[in-house]
């Protein structure tokens, strides 16, 4: 092949290109860390990475309405473990009361400690969580729930509900709900069970103890085994229930979460398997393409300073 | 017989001067200077040859070779404009993958992550439905996705307004190239008609041709004249030393910039060239990416507001009012009622139930919905394969042009090769030059020293 000036420099430019190009690429993916960083470098991984990081910052969301959920569900139990403690020691008075041994006395302090159970009782109905929600009001958390009305001795006389019987529900994964509302009363017969009264279990705490407490102001002990003791067993069975439901959604919420970790865990590897560059295999090459390069430059360099021009005097 | 042989030797000498002088011009043809020896006269004593004679300037000339180098200036002028475009259209796509340490790799910077923001925003609220800084979160994450999907779309725009102009821009380049071949035609036929070769004008007129291939794909047939006739798009527009037709850009049907002849009036259908990348680009890859972002916008828009109009806000107001405004990427925004009062946003499903989050849950599940106007594809999906798809037709002709460039670069080395100019060469020929130039004037001092003797033996 006839081999001309220009054959010589334009094939030697367009060599220097090449490698100037290669090492500019590998030098970009050595600095970040990145075998892909635009779409056009590899659309299928681009794409990819983008539903990954789609679906990760959903699964980190989850993780946050998990933490929400879980406080307010940590709110309710600790509401309901105590009202639990105040419905059984109201329990063992009622007992007390209807084995018949106890004095008048007795039976009076019984109903003041019984009228002071009805306003703790009252006060854990209207707990409200860090948001300043009402959590045994339903969906309805910006009204007070429970309000008492009292006779001319401040006894309470008996207890309305002014929530609703709806419960939210709450995503904590991709199809997966779960509600940490409990209502205060239910007497609907459907939906959520209330935790204070529900017509399908027959609980009705606040008018069992209201009763309790005016039987045992009467000395109406007769009334206290035969109606209140029972009633009021059923009213602990019915809060036992709830808090072990509540039991059920912490747990379903912990395995939530750690689902939710463990996908993002993958998803992240998944993501940097697709995207990180092979730093071994790119600084070899990197190293090859210098030397390359410098081999262009060199031979180039010499071959280029020596013509004919040099030898002619 | 010396003086001639001075002269041709001068003129061997010229010719190498305009070889090296033109060693880094690409389009330039080597010449070379054909001689042969002068008719000999027939003498008793048998032929005597009477010198040397230049008899023509000689090109290295390959037509075919030059033919392939402009079709491949048209390929390559097409994709290169293609190439600009579609990386300014990534460019405004803002999806670019960063690393850090402390979330791994991630492009946070585009529509993308904005959708996310938006949803995961009505996932927090869905929690606390009543919550002000809740609602203020979901107004705010809903307004940086609407600027986004603004921001994108008046990038692609730009695109679309930057390829018209290039067409415009071509188009002027082409005519001057299409006339200055005519008038170089022009003076090439006189010199042809005087019985004589300009090889420079041909070498400018190759180099205006190929200019011209690099704007649109052309057709050359050479005149036994020494005419170039050009014609685009099947129109002749040069023939001989005239420009019979030219280029003009023209708006269609579709309201969109397009190429005709300007005296023949006939749309033109370019298959190469940097006009003709352009067009394909603007109504490719940036039309079809423009139309799938709007695509993906309406249907949020439509999506969103119909499950919205069925809530009430913390004021337990239905309005008729929608959440997202507009109709497309470009005029997709948020209401502004939401934006400056976040309890007028209609996150529950039940009137006179505030703290109800059915409207607001199921605004978040959107996210997760495959929607049948987006082929069944969740939103965020859509959004991920029409990006993929956009980055497979940059990557496509990035790869083209990889491909297009080795052939260029053979071509040209070929070319080089056949038609170059060669400094060793040309030097030892000067040299050869200057020896024979010494040799004949020697020859004509021995005649001139000869005839002086001659002179002096008479005189004597």
Known sequence: MRVSSSTFTGGFIGEIQQLEQQQNTLQEQASSGLSVTLPSDNPSVMSEVLNLQTNGAANTQYQSNITQLQASATTSATAMNSLQTIVSQVNEIATNASSGTASSTQLSTYASEVEACIQQAMQLGNTQDANGNYIFGGTDSSTKPFVATTDANGNVTGVSYKGNTNVNQNDIGLSMTVATQVPGENTTGSGAEGLFADSRTGADLFKDMVSLQQNLASGDTSAISSTNAPALTNDENNIINQISANGVVQSALTAANTMATSQNTNMTTEITNDTSANMAQTMTELDQTQTAYQAALESGTMVMSVSLLNYLQ | ?460
Request: without cysteine; proline residues 2%.
């Open chain 2, 1 to 460: 017989m010396a003086g001639q042989s001075l002269s041709v030797e001068t003129q061997a000498t010229a010719v190498a001067g305009q070889n090296l002088a033109n060693v880094s011009n690409p389009a330039y043809a080597d010449e070379q200077l054909q001689v042969q020896a002068a008719p000999s006269l027939d003498t008793t004593s048998g032929d005597e040859g009477t010198g040397v004679q230049a008899t023509k300037i000689t090109q290295l000339w390959d037509s075919l070779l030059n033919s392939q180098i402009v079709a491949e200036d048209s390929v390559s002028g097409s994709l290169n404009s293609q190439q600009s475009a579609l990386q300014q259209t990534e460019a405004y796509l803002n999806e670019q993958l960063s690393s850090s340490s402390s979330t791994g790799t991630s492009s946070s910077n585009g529509l993308a992550a904005d959708l996310s923001g938006l949803f995961n925003s009505l996932q927090t609220l869905s929690t606390d439905p009543t919550s002000i800084p809740d609602r203020q979160a979901v107004a705010q994450s809903a307004q940086q996705l609407t600027q986004q999907f603004n921001s994108v779309s008046s990038g692609l725009t730009t695109v679309a307004s930057d390829l018209n102009t290039s067409i415009q821009n071509g188009v002027t380049s082409s005519n001057n190239d299409l006339s200055q071949i005519a008038a170089l035609n022009e003076q090439i036929i006189n010199a042809q008609a005087d019985g004589g070769t300009d090889n420079n004008l041909i070498d400018q007129r190759e180099k205006t041709i190929e200019d011209l291939a690099g704007y649109a794909n052309i057709t050359t047939s050479a005149q036994s004249n020494g005419a170039v006739n050009v014609s685009i798009g099947g129109v002749t527009m040069v023939a001989d030393g005239a420009t019979p037709d030219s280029l003009q850009t023209y708006t269609n049907s579709s309201g969109q910039l397009m190429i005709q002849a300007q005296n023949a009036g006939t749309p033109l259908t370019l298959t190469g060239g940097s006009i003709e990348g352009s067009i394909t680009a603007r109504d490719g890859q940036v039309a079809t990416l423009q139309n799938s972002i709007n695509t993906l916008a309406s249907t949020l828009i439509t999506q969103f507001n119909s499950v919205y109009s069925g809530g009430y806000d913390l004021n337990n107001n239905n309005s008729t009012q929608d959440f997202f405004t507009g109709s497309d990427a470009a005029s997709i925004g948020v209401n502004s009622t939401v934006v400056n009062d976040p309890t007028t946003f209609q996150a529950s499903g039940t009137s006179g139930d505030t703290g109800d989050n059915t409207v607001v849950l199921s605004l978040a599940n959107l996210a997760s919905q495959s929607l049948s106007s987006l082929s069944n594809q969740t939103l965020s999906q859509s959004y991920a394969a029409t990006i993929g798809d956009f980055g497979s037709a940059l990557q496509s002709v990035n790869s083209q042009i990889s491909n297009s460039t080795a052939v260029s670069q053979m071509l040209a080395t070929q070319r080089s090769s056949e038609t170059g100019v060669d400094t060793d060469t040309e030097m030892t020929n000067l040299m050869q030059y200057q020896k024979a130039y010494e040799a004949s004037a020697e020859l004509v001092t021995t005649v001139n020293q000869m005839l002086e003797t001659l002179i002096d033996m008479k005189t004597e």
